[in-house]
């Protein structure tokens, strides 16, 4: 009896190690669809870059990665993935753009982590890993309490994105004094702006004020006729700050805008979304301060940096974003005992990325962020 128990237990310590030996030779297969040929094949081939700087980071050559072209084309997004799909690969990194995702909730087995921060009715099998409007209005919300400002008016394009804001809106639970949409076209924005500022209003009281001055016999009306002259509008707004969502040139039309109705960042704040530190903000001295949330800058830096050095070009923004995507699926692997399932973005978990903090929950990824201001024509950390 007792040679019987002795080999079966010899039978299942080498069946163990024999498993473990296995397991420890298993690769962890990751796909990645990226447009490699086409208009946006420089921001591909730059992500692909990212990818693989990140793996030699990791050093564990239980990691390969599938590179496939989408060539930012949804059908072609499709078939690809469906290519991965037969080389048994569960986890794919992409696509880049929104609207490629629209076929791939075909395929439910298969999860995708999307480099875009579009997630308004996204297909259940899609998470979106991009710094997501909800990410950015968090951390104005803290911002915001840290600052006492109560009365914000945010301030929407009339675009393709305003859905995206709004359902962060109502996730956030931000509390606002107006929500305010308002049209891309120059020729429409500037009254448009006015007739938020109450600009022609507050422009006919100063008007009305000098003139009552004027029929007046007030000691020394004269100097403050004169002081009057020099200001722009009279009376007070009802806000004190406005969150602009928008970006580059828009971003700009809209506080110039505010600027000419005599509403500055000298009175209010300006505050806006992710500007990833545009650099020609930097010289809009008139519109400053300028408040946002965005990314680690340091860590961002140092990522340009190592990319140049490896690579002798500048990286594209979204790749910093693909280089963390590596480090979080390993980590999240990791914690599942490198089994590949549904389940790895279900389970509550954090992992510090080099971009900040990623949260995932119940298959969707926000982030902690970072706070930054633009004075004096510099970028300024706040928190």
């Known amino acids: 009896m007792k040679s019987i128990i002795k080999f079966l237990s010899l039978v299942l310590i080498i069946f163990y190690s024999f498993s473990q030996n296995v397991f420890s030779q298993e690769k962890i297969k990751i796909g990645l669809i990226v447009p490699l040929s086409g208009e946006y094949s420089d921001i591909g081939h730059s992500i692909v870059n990212s990818v693989r700087l990140a793996i030699n980071k990791i050093d564990d050559n239980k990691i390969e990665i599938f590179p496939r072209d989408t060539r930012a084309n949804p059908s072609f997004a499709l078939k690809v993935s469906e290519e991965l799909r037969e080389k048994g690969i569960k986890i794919i990194i992409g696509p880049l753009f929104n609207n490629n995702i629209v076929d791939l909730k075909k395929l439910n087995d298969i999860t ?147 600027l000419y109705t005599d509403i500055s960042s000298k009175r209010i704040k300006y505050i806006t979304l992710n500007q990833w530190f545009e650099k020609s903000l930097l010289k809009e001295k008139n519109l400053q301060p300028i408040y946002f949330p965005s990314i680690n800058k340091d860590n961002y830096e140092n990522f340009i940096q190592e990319y140049y050095s490896n690579y002798n070009s500048y990286p594209n923004q979204i790749s910093f974003l693909s280089y963390d995507l590596v480090g979080l699926i390993y980590y999240l692997l990791y914690k599942n005992d490198f089994i590949v399932d549904e389940k790895i973005f279900l389970k509550k978990n954090k992992f510090k990325g080099k971009i900040g903090i990623f949260e995932i929950n119940q298959n969707k990824i926000t982030h902690q962020l970072n706070f930054y201001s633009i004075e004096d024509g510099e970028f300024k950390k706040i928190f």
């Open 112 to 258: 995708f982590i999307s480099l875009t921060n579009k997630i308004y009715k996204n297909p259940k099998n899609i998470i979106s890993a991009g710094v997501n409007a909800i990410s950015q209005i968090n951390t104005i919300k803290k911002f915001q309490n840290k600052n006492n400002i109560e009365r914000s008016v945010l301030l929407i394009p009339n675009n393709s994105d305003k859905n995206e804001i709004k359902y962060a809106i109502n996730e956030t639970k931000i509390i606002l004094k107006d929500v305010f949409e308002y049209d891309t076209d120059p020729t429409l924005l500037t009254s448009q702006i006015e007739n938020l500022t109450r600009y022609p209003q507050r422009k006919q009281n100063l008007l009305d004020e000098i003139k009552r001055l004027e029929e007046s016999s007030e000691v020394n009306k004269e100097k403050k006729i004169e002081n009057l002259k020099k200001k722009d509008t009279l009376g007070g707004i009802n806000f004190d700050s406005v969150i602009i969502a928008d970006f580059d040139e828009s971003l700009k039309s809209v506080a110039t805008s505010l």
